[in-house]
């Protein structure tokens, strides 16, 4: 055995355990095992990315069950990987291309990726670091990348498949287009925000000079595309004007006034513009119209006027083109007014630009056949979500689903398997390239020039990166995988995905159970974000205090459906956890010097407390067991937490020092018990905790002996034994609770009369009934020791000594004579003035929190700290008063003030 330090230092110890399991291959897994499979994937993190507090907490949890499973006997695979992230990456990539003065086009595209896969050689493994040093135990043997040889295969045998299926088609469709970012988006890659805009009125006159409509626009500038003017049938105002034509202002264009029922009759005016090739709503009026709509397409891919706009606008930006309509409509006249108005926009989720709804061609997945299985594999209980009120969100996202466009006008990704024919227009979709046109034999070929969204490798992930289209033994062993651990904001651009996708092509669920865990907030409950500056970085919360209390921080407040409100503060006290596990462990290997771990307690040789640990031991791996089975990753911290901190630490320890400081007949077996429960607890804690807890298993006598698993010996707690039905002996824990509640009555005297820590106290004792008379006779001496009192009498009938300070428990009344050890009426004075200051802040936080302006205007984290000085200050001022009451009682002149 090697002599612990002093103190904990996790530099220096965190890399070292960690380059030795993976050194060792402890995390590696093995197909071939005859062990029960426990799989899981990692969310791929993007390539581009650094560790925020979204994947420590993420990673941690994943973590926290990898190890369990894996102690708890079963064949692991935690596979890692990253996402090639199209969009982020290209732009990342284009940035260092920028500052260069070149263009990608100015490179041409071979070279452009190649820019790409070297800037991930140099960059992109960063997360992967970060991972690491997070504990993950993930199998490194098998990281994957969504753009690796395998993956690649995986993905045109996808497409190509569903594609010979009917299921992947092209068509040109109104799409969410990204002028900044040059490519289509999926509805759920565009963000929306409220914004207070404005509501602009336009007459339009009829083509026989009449009058006119009056139409209301966000947009005026798309005025240029309109094709109609629309108007709903049943209102009563409008309906004799179907049929009409209105001269569309700015351009002479002659448009009709056509009737569609989905017009709000409510909305501005009633009548609406109508521009096809320009908005979502619009596209529908124009197809359900007979003959359907001309299209006209005003605003191009560059986000700039097109030629169909009209000379005088074309190539303007479409937002100084709105400036240049409006100025000219108020100059013809045809600007009625404008007003406030707020709506919602559409957002690019990577650059925030402002979508543009264009109609361009683009590739689809037919999405409602594969949504249907998808949506029953949840009603059924195929795949259950933890929390389940996430499954109602997933239902409604799934019955409203539109066809899933896949294509993306950017160069680093998959590149579409498809061949255009240049001789005769066919389009030929492949595995491999094709030498020639299977329809005119030509070999001219070109490959489409788009990539496929990110989101559709990953959807694959479950199974390509367990080797398939080929029928691997990973395969066969890990899937499906046991759970997934994802945040809410990926249920649809994921989740829902890999459901889809692993039932049409592994003809099952690609996981049992999806845990939605919380997301990382600051202090106050605000999202964390750059713009705010409230952002807290993992890797400095890991070099300050150290990784396993920043991870135990994340899984103590990891609650179900409640975000987690993250501090330093909260950190820096579980450091202090950290740092009382280590000081225990210490105390406990100093006093037990070569004692080895035994096999299992000597429970005849034990007294009363030990018995009491070891069933108070077997309580918390009840609880952390049942806890993490149902994903209560917060309930199992605070379970073995308490177990350590108050019960191992606060009682058992003080209450065997006098054993251990003596010669005693139980000396050894209570050293025996010591390392027993110490090596038990460190299996517990080492799935939250990894780093510490090897560290000190390390230095146990015999640590490794038959502790495997499978009873096999072994040279690290990643292989231990996971803790399980230990015996319970509910007697001991009855005896050792009334101990206990004697000793914290003493406390509570000594501690609310302010009376000195090394001052021996006498006290008398009056318990409930002779059970009672009889376990605190047996145990006078730990009383003793832990109240620092002598125990002057134990009986039913003994009676209150005048005055006595009294504690009412369940068990007993206990009576504490004050004569000769407190002035008592000195010291109802010093509470009375006590009281007073106590009262001038309650006043003066009360006049605070009452004054509207400074509720208004004052941070809300700076509000809520004052909010909780004020209640801290009432539970003040009551202890006062409970205390002033005990003085009074125990013969204090009553003053007349309380």
């Known amino acids: 055995m090697t002599e612990l330090n002093k103190s904990y230092n996790p530099k220096g110890v965190e890399e070292k355990w960690y380059d030795f399991w993976t050194a060792s291959e402890l995390f590696k897994a093995d197909p071939e095992s005859d062990a029960d499979a426990f799989s899981i994937v990692i969310p791929p993190p993007n390539v581009t990315g650094s560790l925020h507090m979204g994947h420590a907490l993420n990673s941690t949890l994943q973590d926290i069950l990898a190890r369990w499973k894996r102690m708890s006997g079963f064949s692991v695979l935690w596979v890692p990987g990253t996402d090639h992230a199209g969009i982020a990456t290209q732009n990342v990539v284009e940035r260092q291309l920028a500052a260069e003065n070149i263009d990608r086009h100015q490179l041409g595209r071979d070279a452009f990726v190649e820019r790409v896969w070297k800037w991930k050689a140099e960059y992109g493994g960063r997360i992967i670091h970060q991972l690491r040093r997070l504990g993950s135990s993930c199998d490194w043997s098998r990281e994957r990348f969504t753009l690796d040889e395998g993956l690649s295969r995986a993905v045109v045998e996808v497409f190509v498949s569903l594609h010979e299926q009917g299921l992947i088609f092209r068509d040109n469709r109104l799409i969410n287009w990204c002028p900044r970012c040059h490519t289509a988006l999926s509805d759920i890659e565009v963000e929306h925000e409220d914004f207070e805009g404005k509501l602009t009125y336009i007459k339009y006159p009829f083509e026989d000079g009449s009058g006119d409509l009056v139409v209301a626009t966000t947009r005026p500038e798309t ?380 429970y005849a040789a034990l007294d009363i407390g030990s018995v009491w640990i070891l069933s108070r031991l077997a309580a918390a791996t009840d609880e952390i067991n049942a806890s993490l089975t149902e994903y209560r990753f917060n309930d199992a911290a605070g379970s073995i937490y308490h177990f350590v901190w108050h019960e191992l630490c606060d009682w058992y320890i003080e209450m065997i020092k006098p054993v251990l400081n003596a010669e005693s007949d139980q000396k050894d077996a209570v050293k025996r018990c010591l390392v027993y429960v110490l090596e038990k607890t460190l299996r517990l804690l080492h799935p939250f905790m990894p780093y510490v807890t ?55 005297i000594r501690g609310e009369l302010n009376l000195s820590p090394s001052l021996e106290l006498r006290a008398y004792i009056r318990p409930a009934d002779e059970k009672t008379v009889t376990v605190l006779e047996n145990n006078l001496a730990c009383i003793r020791k832990l109240a620092r009192v002598d125990v002057a009498q134990v009986s039913l009938t003994a009676s209150k000594p005048v005055g006595s300070a009294v504690a009412v428990r369940d068990s007993a009344e206990i009576y504490v004579p004050l004569e000769g050890l407190l002035d008592l009426d000195l010291e109802i004075e010093r509470l009375r003035k006590e009281e007073e200051k106590i009262n001038e802040t309650i006043s003066f936080l009360n006049k605070k929190l009452m004054n509207e302006d400074f509720v208004k205007r004052a941070p809300g984290d700076i509000v809520t700290k004052e909010r909780e000085k004020y209640e801290d200050s009432l539970k003040k001022k009551e202890r006062i008063g409970e205390n002033m009451k005990k003085l009074y009682e125990a013969g204090g002149k009553n003053h007349g003030i309380g």
Request: hydrophobic share 40%.
């Open 223 to 602: 005025m240029l595309g309109d094709t109609a003017v629309a108007v709903n049938p049943e209102d009563g105002r409008y309906k004799n004007k179907i049929g009409r034509i209105i001269v569309l202002p700015l351009t002479g264009r002659k448009i009709p006034v056509v009737g569609d029922g989905t017009v709000d009759p409510e909305f501005g005016t009633g009548v609406v513009k109508v521009t096809p090739a320009h908005d979502f709503s619009d596209e529908a009026i124009a197809k359900r119209q007979d003959p359907p709509l001309e299209f006209m397409t005003v605003i191009g891919k560059d986000g700039r006027m097109t030629e169909h706009a009209g000379a005088k606008y074309a190539g303007m930006d479409r937002y100084d083109c709105r400036k240049a309509v409006i100025k000219d409509l108020k100059d013809l006249g045809a600007l009625l007014k404008q007003e406030k108005y707020s709506h919602s926009i559409s957002q690019c989720y990577r650059c925030k630009t402002v979508i543009e709804p264009l109609s361009t061609l683009q590739w689809y997945v037919k999405i409602r056949p594969l949504a249907s299985g998808a949506t029953e594999a949840v009603r059924d209980g195929s795949i259950k979500f933890v929390p389940k009120s996430w499954e109602n969100t997933y239902f409604a996202w799934m019955e409203n689903i539109n066809d899933w466009c896949i294509s993306r006008q950017i160069w680093w990704g998959h590149r579409i398997p498809a061949w255009y024919c240049d001789a005769c227009g066919e389009v030929i979709v492949s595995r491999r390239a094709p030498a020639a046109c299977s329809k005119c034999g030509g070999g001219s070929l070109r490959q489409d020039e788009d990539v496929l969204d990110t989101w559709f490798s990953s959807a694959l992930w479950p199974f390509s990166t367990l080797g398939w289209p080929d029928r691997t033994a990973e395969l066969k062993k890990y899937y499906p995988t046991s759970v997934l651990v994802t945040g809410v904001d990926i249920i649809f651009f994921w989740v829902a995905r890999m459901i889809m996708m692993g039932l049409k092509f592994m003809d099952g669920v690609p996981f049992h159970e999806v845990y939605i865990h919380a997301l990382v907030r600051d202090s106050s409950g605000q999202k964390m974000s750059k713009s705010k500056g409230n952002v807290i970085d993992p890797l400095i919360m890991m070099e300050k205090y150290g990784t396993d209390a920043f991870r135990f921080t994340l899984t103590a407040f990891a609650a179900q459906g409640r975000d987690v409100k993250f501090s330093e503060e909260r950190v820096e006290g579980y450091r202090h956890f950290v740092n009382k596990l280590w000081n225990a462990s210490r105390f406990i290997l100093t006093n037990a010097g070569e004692t080895p771990v035994p096999d299992a307690p000597d």
């Open 694 to 748: 090897e560290e000190i298993w390390q230095n146990l006598p015999g640590r490794g002996r038959g502790a495997g698993a499978r009873g096999q010996d072994i040279n690290s707690i990643v292989l231990a034994s996971f803790p399980v039905s230990l015996p319970r002996n509910t007697d001991a824990e009855n005896e050792m609770s009334i101990v206990m509640e004697t000793v914290m009555g003493i406390r509570t």
